[in-house]
């Protein structure tokens, strides 16, 4: 007995529990027996069903009130209501509550049988459509996060432990990390995951207009201002919105994305009514959020908001036993892009060299050294002479730290140094170099260094070099 699924039965009278618990029992079902609406929703906090039946009249904590509690503790729960009063307006209020039916009194034991096997099959659907969307969240997230690495399952621990909650993320790591992609394995977690998946890039829309973006305007609510425009907030309302390079924010945009965590609400520029929003926030940095909270540029109250849960993500060169199956999925994936058949087998002398080069660029820049080999090897295999000069001759990466190391051009290593660090100074040095002479303007610096002027831009936050105001 009990192969079907397993039934609460919750009723008043005893009379009808027992005729209840006969039927179902006799056609395969496991029943369990609650007396008071209060009773039904303690049993099932404790255990899930794949059915309730509820009377609709009963004393105390009568069946649509209890509902609506089963339905808090379990979105996918299937309820039949009962009553001996099954009114339109009771038909109504219970399948607004989320009931899956209302059956009247007298009914037929046929009829419970048919109606409690369907209800069984959408939950049972129900069930293995979650069972599928979760394996093909880890599918998907996975694919985004090859490791094998144990600071990368720790990752993907937390990633499996926050999706379900509504609590805001903070992501930070270095530029390339993977930031978004974490958020966006966040949100496949959730409930959410069929409701909208926002991204706001707030370092990349003008300051000026940020706010507009986010929360919306009125017509005429500014010069331009010609229609009235649903902000990104609005349109992630049931979903999550992702906030990248938070740390770029203006104190004023600060103080209302305050406001609409605290509140779960926003105002639209121009208008006079809040407007409700359920919304999950993610917020992502390569900003020490800390640190720009003690200099005065970010929030103290609104980085305590943000980081409810941080995670960290770590650069590729503190994970380097990735390198290699990201190289792999990378070759596969860029393969298949531009139709070649290129092996994943890499030498041991490639392989050698993408595991010593320091990745400033981090995940995003190995997708690109990949990118390029796959595209220029002249044959199926990936070889030295298909990687950038930077990658294929570390002398060269010395060679650049030692030009910045005075003019003897030498670096004591007697005494053993770290490469890694000696590789940041000098790329610290290269833009404070480039800011001087260029007074301080970062697009002409970026011009001078061969670089995006984002890239740079992130370059200076990251390693928090003082610009000219």
């Known amino acids: ?20 618990e006969t039927i179902l029992s006799t056609a395969g079902y496991k029943v369990e027996l609650a007396k008071t609406g209060e009773q039904a929703v303690d ?3 404790q255990r899930p069903f794949d059915l309730v039946l509820m009377d609709v009249s009963m004393p105390g904590m009568g069946g649509l009130t209890a509902l609506e509690q089963l339905m808090k503790l379990d979105h996918e729960a299937v309820v039949l209501m009962v009553t001996a009063y099954a009114t339109f307006d009771t038909a109504i209020s219970a399948w ?5 039916g209302v059956i009247r009194k007298p009914f037929q034991n046929e009829q419970i049988v048919a109606l409690v096997a369907k209800g069984i099959k959408k939950r049972k659907k129900e069930e293995e459509r979650q069972t599928l969307r ?42 390339g990390t993977g930031k978004e992609l974490v958020a966006k394995a966040i949100h496949e977690a959730s409930p959410r995951t069929d409701e909208p998946f926002v ?20 017509k005429g609510a500014f010069t331009g201002a010609v229609a009235a425009k649903k902000g990104l907030f609005e349109v992630a309302d049931g979903g999550s919105i992702f906030l990248d390079e938070i740390g770029d924010l ?15 609400e926003f105002t639209p520029l121009g208008d006079t009514t809040p407007a409700k929003v359920d919304v999950r926030i993610i917020a992502a940095t390569n900003v020490d959020l800390k640190e720009a909270v003690k200099n005065g540029t970010f929030r103290e109250d609104l980085y305590y908001r943000l980081s409810v849960v941080p995670i960290e ?16 999925h990378f070759i596969r994936k860029y393969s298949e892009e531009n139709g070649r058949e290129i092996s994943e087998n890499l030498s041991p002398r490639v392989l050698s060299l993408l595991e010593s080069y320091y990745y400033p660029g981090n995940v995003r820049e190995l997708e690109n050294i990949i990118e390029r080999a796959v595209v220029i090897a002249p044959t199926d295999e990936i070889t030295v002479d298909c990687l950038r000069p930077e990658v294929s001759d570390p002398e060269l990466a010395m060679e650049m730290v030692r030009q910045t190391e005075g003019t003897s051009g030498d670096i004591d290593i007697s005494r053993g140094i770290n490469f890694y660090d000696e590789i940041k100074k000098f790329e610290i040095d290269l833009i404070r170099r480039a800011l001087d002479q260029t007074g301080g303007h970062q697009s002409r610096a970026a ?19 003082p610009t000219r105001s």
């Not at 490791?147 to 930070?172: C, K, Q, Y």
């Not at 991204?199 to 009125?218: A, D, K, W, Y």
């Not at 993500?313 to 792999?328: F, G, S, T, V, W």
Request: proline content about 4%.
């Open 1 to 20: 007995m009990g192969k079907k699924g397993s039934i609460l039965v919750c009723d008043d009278e005893e009379i009808m529990r027992d005729v209840l």
């Open 43 to 45: 049993i099932y906090s």
């Open 96 to 100: 607004e509550k989320g009931a899956a």
């Open 134 to 175: 979760h394996a093909m969240v880890r599918s998907v997230r996975r694919e985004g996060f090859i490791g094998r690495s144990e600071v990368m399952e720790n990752v993907f621990r937390l990633v499996d432990r926050v999706g379900p909650a509504r609590s805001t993320v903070l992501i930070t790591g270095e530029s």
């Open 199 to 218: 991204v706001v890039n707030c370092s990349n829309i003008p300051s000026e207009l940020l706010e507009s973006e986010l929360f919306g305007h009125t």
């Open 250 to 264: 203006r104190p004023e945009t600060q103080v209302r994305l305050l406001r609409v965590i605290q509140e779960r």
């Open 313 to 328: 993500l770590p650069a590729l060169r503190d994970r380097r036993e990735d390198i290699l199956p990201l190289a792999q």
């Open 447 to 465: 011009r001078l260094l061969g670089l995006n002027a984002t890239t740079l831009n992130s370059k200076i936050k990251t390693h928090n070099i």
